[in-house]
């Protein structure tokens, strides 16, 4: 007979479902030639290929080579219809050892040693066999009492293996059983075994685990810490307490190692004078079985108000367009998720209050109270988005499916009552706020957030209804939360530290401060900063900087204000215009200005509104800038926030920069900037106070000394040691006081802690280093976890991990859990997803040094290769990160080719100086390769880039300008000129022309104008024309300066050449129609000139580009200038002046002002615009600019000093300036000098005058010379 939906089993009739497991389904069934009744296990599908295969077969292995009337018996196996394997057990009616205890508690004395000594018996049989089980406990025991006496059957023997069988360690078993070896990964002993035995014997006796905890690592550190299991007190008087102590010794060498000794001396006992003390039902009920409260424990007409944390969830399970999966299979995932959910919820401490379709409900805080609900609610959030994401993943890949996954928590009090579960409006409460959580999102209510202020970071959800008004989303865990989360046994206390806790609260209650708290590694600053900030409660912000991140420019800064503001690059693009607007509004910065260079900076797409910003790179930057310190300035205007900065050694330097100035100009309103770092950190912040962290004094060393020894107490010698080699650093301290314990060199007496050798300081390491590498080497197998982690980074997430490590996801959660335990690593929820992060640098340090030079090779490309399967075409930082692991990987030359990629994202956007960084960083990389074609080649395109970011961060003029180019010359001038010349020679022109050495910018503009055309370069051609008209019409060649204007505009296709303004920084056909409406001005071609004015004018308008239209109103200004229009030339200085302002451009704005002032007759405007012109270090065209101060001093009868300004402008031409204007010099000269009575000086300075434009032909000069001429005469 066939059943809806079960497998198809020849010889086999399926009658009933009897349980499912995580890998398997075990049906009921019946053998059809013998009409036994067998246990059905069978593999589901999906598992088939992985890990659980293995394990399945082995357990088959296993079994048939085993026959004993305690071991379950293997009959058959085989594989399904379907191709699924299955093995056949013999059927066994009964509870598991677990379902026993949690039924009725602690088991008799008798029928304890009775079902106690049954299981060493079978494990007699099995170790004989050379089998060891290796994941002993309650769950796989089941207790048959079908006879007169009860009997056990051990089952699942998934994991066990041969124990010859050395290389077997793919897995190890539940925890809270394990061995301590097998928790490290090492080869596989019967001695394990033996140790789950005692531990399983305890919890028989007393009904409650031995080992308990709230979390896995908090069982692997009891597991792997340096205490031994405790043993209940009752069983101290009876020679079972040595037993125990023999087989729960934590190091196998001392613990028990055969099972036929232990199985004589366990029959040799007497157990019946024992009285056991048990353990409470409360503690012992099952919360996810468990309907009522402990009625033993409530009078009935008792009821109690209590504070209780609920935790609702959803997961519903989506299917896409490319869903295969059919009914049951949809029905078997969606019962799988919810119960994996569930596991994580009551495993964390929670108690399942009800399932209704795709729905549950979680209390924490019920039955037992617990002070920290709240928390435990928060984890298991994290928890239950962490794993849903990971599934929804593989049931993408696997199926089409996808979890949606919604969690609201909410704390309120609830009305406890014997027999029944709470109810009340909390809960109602909560599962209504549930409604207004987004997929992948954690809804809590203001009661919830307040108790979790300190430990999460939160943020504001947008439109919700007024009931809902005040809630927020939990969006990750904060950093400090690692140390409210120090597990007992380790050091809590701050020892040494009052005094600067002090400091830092009197900086907390000042109206505003930074203060940085700088001290050596292992200081104790982040403990110190953690402790700080419990006091501000709600008002924390908390940022990190790490070394992979010091290249990423305003990272800090930027990461500071996500927090207070909720923008990420994750959120829906509406949602973030949104946050965005509100941050600017709150700054009272504009929209129109600021939010293009935000969007850009951020990788953000642009909108209908906000378009790509017109601004130059270094206008765009200094816009950013200031909107960020308004923006960071601006937090706390509302209430008082405490923003902490960590690590400031590895900040990127624009952040260094905004809180620089932020410091010097004093600007933290209501905020405490709490800053740290190692003194290799410069500091020289003006109005930013310092807090040096000394090493601890004796007394303070010896109180942390006696806390992380549990106050036991230790002997002088002990602690003496201990000082002298710790110099008084806490990290230091905590170390080797652990590493000593774990080592079992400092021993406990019953009385105080010794050294259990007394050749101990030969055999210690003795520096921080050595204790961390020896720390690390004891972790077995999970230590190529750790070094596989440092190879990314102080962070890595989950996701990256699983994808570049070798071990299946089991093992390798197996071995970060180990990690965890010891304290190597913690871990975090974060807007990304689950992050694992290293305790502290130096660990991280050690374990990346550890690695041999090859392994780390193979590993960096590894990551390499994962990233690169990353789509994030336009992220600059993804680029950086993926060349830094491909030249560690080797791979040089690749690293450079994305190096480069990274710069030239980098200046699509806002430049700052880590792109700089990286240019020189590739050069190193380069100069690491023999000198060769290929690298000469890398090397200029990165020197290009180098130039690009030099001109943007310090303008044509600066020394660092000029020697890269120079390098670049050098490196041209050993090839054939060709196309890849033409940039450099191009911002040779520019520099030169703009440090006024006008004779090298027209010959450097010749030879870019040759190798342009010669190379058929139209792009080139047209640029190479306009700039040689430029440098010749600077020098007063009006005809040759015509030529090449007109030949750039005949070049010139307006639907091919329009994006040169963008490319260029200005639009060419605009600049040369406005040189050339100049130039036919000075040559007396009024007509030609109107004509050139039209069309600039028309140019401008077409393409609205502010640095063209600029430079057009700057031309047509001089061009009216020249005809003396002051009314046209006020016009159109003021319309540049506007341009300016209205865009935050900096382009041409000081000559506007002169301009505008010779209009005006404003003098000391004129000589205010051209100081500030001399402070840029701009050379270009001084005597032009002098004349046309000089001209406004002669009207208002300042005639000396305009005398002495045109002698000395004089001087200039044929040096630094070209003639263009050395005959109106002349001109204005001979006018001063009449106006003296020197008519002898006059005339030579007017024959002078009259030689000079004859020979530029400049036809309106010499047409004021003759009318002075005739005045004179």
Known sequence: MLTAGFPVVSNYELLEAAGEGATCHVYKAIQQHTRQLVALKVLKPVLSQSIQLNRFEREAKVCAGISHPYIVKLLD??????????????????????????????????????????????????????????????????????????????????????????????????????APEQLRGEPPTTRADLYAWGLILIECLTGCAAIQGNSIPDIYYQQLGPDPIPIPAFLKSHPIHDLLQAVLAKHPGDRLSNVHTLFERFQQLDLSTLQPQLASTELLQNSSNATQDNSLAWMYEKKEKRQITILCGSVRLLQTPDATADEDILEEIQKAQLTACIDIATRSGGFLKGVFADQFMIYFGYPTSEGNAAYLAGKAAFEILTATDARSKRLQRQYGLQLETRISIHTGSVICRPQRIPEGTAPNYAYRQLSYAANQRIVVSVATKQLLSHLAVFERPLHLPE??????????????????????????????????????????????????????????????????????????????????????DLYIIFSVLQQHYGFRADLPPETNLALLSDMLEVAELDKVTVMPILLSCLGMAFTAEFQPSLLSPGA?????????????????????????????????????????????????????????????????????????????????????????????????????????????????????????????????????????????????????????????????????????????????????????????????????????????????????????????????????????LNMRRRIHARIAGVLLEEENPNDPHHAATIARHLYHAGNCMEAVDWQIKSVQLMLGGITGKESLVLCQQALKWLYTLPEEAI????????????????????????????????????????????????????????????????????????????????????????????????????????????????????????????????????????????????????????????????????????????????????????????????????????ALLQVNESSQLHMFGNYGAMLQAWANHDLAAAKAALEKEAQKGIQSMNSFWNAVVAEIEMHVNEQEAALQRLTASLLLIGEADGALYHAEIHRLLAVLHAGKNNDALAATHLKTASDIANAQQAVLIRQRIHADMNHAL
């Not at 089998?131 to 309650?138: G, I, N, Q, S, T």
């Not at 989303?473 to 600067?500: D, P």
């Not at 640029?1023 to 010749?1032: D, M, R």
């Open 77 to 178: 196996k085989g594989t399904t219809a379907d191709g699924a394997p299955f093995v056949a057990f013999e059927f066994l009616e009964g509870l598991t050892l677990r379902q026993q205890l949690q039924r009725s508690g602690a088991l008799s004395v008798a029928e304890t040693q009775a079902l106690m000594g049954q299981l060493l018996d079978a494990l007699c049989c099995a170790h004989a066999n050379g089998v060891a089980h290796r994941d002993l406990k309650p769950d796989n025991i089941i207790i048959i009492r079908s006879g007169a006496r009860p009997h056990v059957k051990i089952l699942d023997f998934g994991i066990s293996t041969f124990v010859q069988d050395i290389q077997h360690t793919d897995a190890m078993g539940t925890p809270a059983y394990c």
């Open 467 to 552: 009931e809902f008004a005040d809630v927020s989303y939990m969006v990750k865990e904060r950093r400090g939360s690692a140390f409210a989360r120090l597990r007992e046994g380790q050091h809590k206390g701050l020892y040494g530290r009052t005094k600067a806790l002090q400091v830092i609260q009197q900086a907390w209650e000042s109206n505003g401060a930074m203060l940085l708290i700088r001290g050596v590694a292992g200081m104790g600053k982040s403990r110190l900063i953690y402790e700080a900030s419990r006091a501000a409660g709600n008002e924390l912000i908390e940022v990190r900087c790490m070394p992979e991140y010091r290249h990423r």
């Open 620 to 852: 765009q930057r200094r816009q950013l800038v200031h909107a960020l310190i308004q923006c960071l300035t601006h937090i706390s205007l509302e209430k008082k926030y405490l923003v902490i900065i960590e690590d400031l050694h590895w900040i990127d330097s624009g952040s260094a920069v905004v809180l620089q100035e932020i410091a010097e100009r004093q600007l933290c309103k209501s905020m405490l900037l709490l800053l740290s770092a190692r003194p290799a950190f410069e500091w020289r912040w003006e109005g930013c106070d310092l807090l040096e962290l000394d090493p601890l004094d004796h007394a303070a060393s010896t109180d942390l000394i006696h806390e992380l020894l549990q106050d036991k107490g230790a002997d002088q010698e002990c602690i003496q040691y201990l000082l002298q080699h710790t110099d008084g650093i806490p990290f230091f301290i905590e170390e080797l006081t652990r590493y000593l314990l774990a080592k079992e060199l400092l021993v406990y007496d019953g009385i105080r802690y010794r050294f259990a050798d007394s050749m101990l300081p030969l055999t210690v390491p003795l520096t921080l280093n050595e204790i961390l590498i020896a720390r690390l080497d004891v972790l077995g197998n999970a230590r190529e976890t750790a070094q596989l982690a440092a190879c990314v980074g102080r962070e890595v997430s989950w996701q990256l991990l699983r994808q570049i490590s070798s071990l299946e996801e089991e093992m390798l959660q197996q071995h970060l859990q180990m990690l965890e335990a010891q304290d190597i690593i913690y871990r975090l929820h974060t807007e990304k997803g689950l992050v694992y992060v290293f305790r502290h640098a130096l660990i991280c340090e050690v374990a990346y040094q550890s690695l041999l």
């Open 935 to 1134: 690298r000469t080649q890398k090397e200029v395109m990165v020197r290009h880039l180098m130039l690009s970011v030099l001109v943007v961060l310090e303008s044509y003029g600066a020394p660092a300008v000029k020697e890269q180019l120079d390098i670049l010359m050098a490196l041209y001038q050993c090839r054939e000129a060709n196309e890849e010349i033409l940039p450099a020679m191009l911002m040779y022109c520019n520099y030169y022309a703009m440090t006024g050495n006008w004779k090298q910018a027209t010959a450097t503009a010749q030879h870019l104008h040759t190798v342009a055309h010669s190379t058929k370069n139209l792009k080139y051609s047209i640029v190479s024309s306009v700039f040689l008209g430029l440098q010749y019409f600077n020098n007063g060649e009006l005809r040759n300066a015509a030529a090449m204007m007109e030949e750039a505009l005949a070049l010139y296709d307006p639907a091919l050449h329009s994006s040169l303004a963008y490319e260029f920084g200005l639009d060419q056909e605009a600049l040369a129609s406005s040189t050339l409406a100049c130039v036919y001005t000075l040559a007396g071609e009024e007509s030609k000139a109107e004509t050139m004015i039209k069309r600039a004018i028309e140019k401008v308008e077409a393409i609205a580009h502010p640095h063209t239209t600029a430079s057009t109103w700057l031309g047509l200004a001089c061009v009216y200038f020249y005809q003396r229009n002051r009314k046209q030339v006020n016009h159109y200085s003021t």
